[in-house]
């Protein structure tokens, strides 16, 4: 009890009431002043009865407020919260996951800087003439039929096949397509290189007006586009009709909440389908192990450990394609991690637990089965990023059993991210969070179209004129239709992933925290195998290239030809395949990526081969017999066929 003076009467009185913002009833009062408490009697009037502030739909502020941290003021604030929390995730739906102030602030840097930048403007204005004149000349050479044989005043892009057909190099087909060629070369011109924008506002602009251009394409219209012109000629307009009526069904799939994929390509049917067992389950992974095919078998296993954000049968496609079935094929005993596709319940899994639940759960299974002490790791996209951090958090522990660790286009620094970083600044982590946390995941509709807008030529608008002008379906693929089968993000592995590795790039940095403390990628010391891809959009090769300067430990680095897909899953006799490699030893110096990829020559073939053979040196240990399926005694009996049954939970 704290002695107070209170004012009563003009005069000061002294009492042993508590210090309180709230007047105190006439039994509350202490029985040691009965003066003070007979006065008190008088003065306040009898209490009048209120409803429990517990029956309240909301809590409410009194006059004097809500004092202190209580129930009342933490509900309030939750009820404040979910309140935005339900605003912000509406509007995500809405704006497809995008968040339209991260473009609003860009535009805005961008404008302000170029307002300001006459010197800039006016070379913005000089290229635009220039590009005009070059434009007006080859137009008149043309009309008078000179010329017409020689180089047009742009050439597309080696990847971009919109105008490659004969037919654009007539008029007025020729004109149309340079006139944009050098549109889109002038945008990319006007958004760079302006003084004072943020890097990150200058690459956003650029991409989102990259976006918008591609809308206006000549190709994407009838009356702008010959070959469209030809086909519906031919046909009659037979293929338009085709095209509406491949418009209308799809819309009623998109409707109905039916799958894309092409159901030529089950997996478990067509796809994923080399022999083997679920030989472990818990509520986040199955662990795959297939049966041998060869009389012995390489001593250490290999552990798959794909990315969360795709089924794992990337790399068990048909048996021709599949690397899993190549791997088993030479001799190798081969596991692999196929994750739960989340739903609600999964909510607060975070990336410890994919870390914990998943590749260390993997790795106990591996060594108890097989007996060895050892296991080679291999990380695909996310997925090595995963197995990095469980590597190092078993180096700072004493853990000892990765013998190699395999990362295939997998990032460890995310300070150059591609453009996919244009989609983790904070304001749009925010969203994404916000969305989220009404159903507990990410659902993957969001995910897939952001991966379409970052090959939205090929992906969206080559797309919908083949499918709907030109009437032709899209041949079914099983790469096209694993793309099409896509996963869920839970809410908290999502938000900190996001966080902790593109917004903040802690692992690189020596932040990232894993099983109660610190990690470092230097402590890894096993030998690594990095293979990067040289048309790869969501992990560009020189980001991966880090990988050789980051590790302390011995890295072989190859940069393979094709995309993030295309050239990681390319078998060996591919016609276009190619690759470079270098190993990296410690105390060496560092070459510059460029300047190491311009002094190497391509080899021609797969890197599937070279990697395999890298393995056994590696280890120098003979063959023996194949480990069984599953081990029982140690508690991991099989439990189904492969592909098990998480695969089919869409």
Request: hydrophobic content about 40%; glycine content about 8%; aromatic content about 10%.
């Amino acid at each position: 009890m704290t002695t107070t003076l209170r004012k009563t009467r003009g005069r000061r009185v002294k009492s042993d009431a508590p210090a309180s913002d709230e007047i105190l009833s006439a039994d509350e009062m202490p029985a040691a002043k009965p003066a003070v408490r007979a006065r008190a009697k008088v003065a306040k009037p009898a209490p009048v009865a209120e409803a429990p502030r517990a029956q309240l739909p909301v809590p409410f502020v009194t006059n004097a407020g809500i004092v202190g941290d209580t129930p009342e003021k933490r509900a309030a604030e939750e009820s404040f919260r979910q309140l935005d929390h339900y605003v912000h995730a509406l509007m995500g739906k809405a704006e497809g996951g995008l968040s339209p102030l991260a473009l609003s602030l860009a535009w805005a840097d961008w404008a302000a800087h170029l307002a300001i930048s006459p010197g800039k403007q006016a070379e913005l204005a000089w290229k635009s003439a220039r590009k005009a004149q070059r434009l007006a000349a080859e137009v008149m050479c043309q009309v008078g039929g000179v010329g017409t044989e020689a180089a047009p005043c742009i050439e597309p892009l080696k990847q971009d096949r919109r105008f490659a057909g004969p037919e654009w190099s007539k008029l007025p087909f020729s004109y149309w397509s340079q006139s944009f060629l050098l549109a889109q070369q002038w945008w990319a011109k006007a958004t760079t290189d302006v003084p004072g924008v943020e890097k990150k506002h200058e690459k956003l602009v650029e991409f989102y007006g990259r976006q918008m251009l591609d809308m206006f394409s000549p190709s994407n219209f009838l009356a702008t586009n010959p070959q469209l012109i030809s086909r519906t000629i031919e046909e009659g307009g037979r293929n338009l009709v085709r095209g509406a009526q491949y418009f209308a069904e799809d819309l009623l799939k998109k409707a109905t909440g039916q799958e894309e994929m092409a159901d030529v390509f089950v997996p478990g049917r067509e796809v994923a389908v080399t022999p083997g067992k679920v030989v472990f389950r818990n509520r986040l992974i199955e662990l795959l192990q297939y049966s041998p095919t060869t009389e012995v078998t390489h001593p250490v296993p290999l552990l798959i450990v794909p990315a969360w954000i795709m089924k794992y049968y990337i790399l068990d496609l048909t048996k021709q394609e599949s690397l899993i079935n190549w791997l088993v094929g030479q001799g190798f005993t081969v596991f692999c991690i196929s994750w739960k596709n989340p739903d609600e319940e999964d909510r607060d899994l975070g990336f410890d637990d994919y870390r914990t639940l998943g590749v260390m759960a993997a790795i106990d299974a591996v060594t108890a089965i097989t007996g060895s002490e050892k296991v080679h790791g291999l990380g695909y996209c996310l997925g090595g990023t995963l197995f990095s951090v469980t590597a190092a958090t078993m180096a700072r522990d004493g853990d000892e059993r990765l013998a190699t660790l395999t990362m295939l286009a997998a990032q460890v620094d995310f300070t150059e991210a591609g453009e996919l970083s244009l989609f983790t600044s904070e304001d749009q982590l925010a969203l994404l969070e916000d969305m989220m946390w009404e159903e507990g995941y990410l659902d993957k509709e969001a995910m897939a179209g952001t991966f379409s807008m970052l090959k939205s030529q090929d992906l969206v608008w080559s797309h919908m004129v083949r499918e709907y002008m030109m009437g032709e379906r899209e041949t079914a693929s099983s790469l096209g239709a694993w793309s099409k089968d896509a996963t869920r993000m839970p809410y908290k592995m999502h938000s900190e992933y996001l966080r902790k590795l593109f917004l903040n790039n802690d692992l690189a940095d020596g932040r990232m925290e894993s099983g109660g403390g610190h990690i470092f990628l230097q402590d890894i010391k096993a030998p690594i195998f990095a293979v990067a891809t040289e048309h790869d959009h969501i992990a560009p090769w020189n980001s991966v290239f880090k990988l050789t300067y980051l590790m302390h430990g011995s890295v072989t680095f190859a940069l393979v030809s094709g995309g993030h897909n295309t050239g990681i899953v390319a078998p060996p006799g591919s016609p276009r395949a190619k690759y470079r490699m270098m190993t990296h030893e410690p105390g060496r110096a560092h070459p510059g990526p460029k300047e190491w990829a311009a002094s190497v020559p391509k080899v021609p073939g797969s890197w599937w081969q070279p990697w395999a053979d890298w393995l056994r040196e590696t280890q120098g240990l003979e063959d023996g017999a194949p480990p069984p399926m599953g081990n029982e005694e140690a508690g991991y009996a099989p439990l189904a066929d492969a592909p098990g049954s998480y695969v089919l939970v869409r």
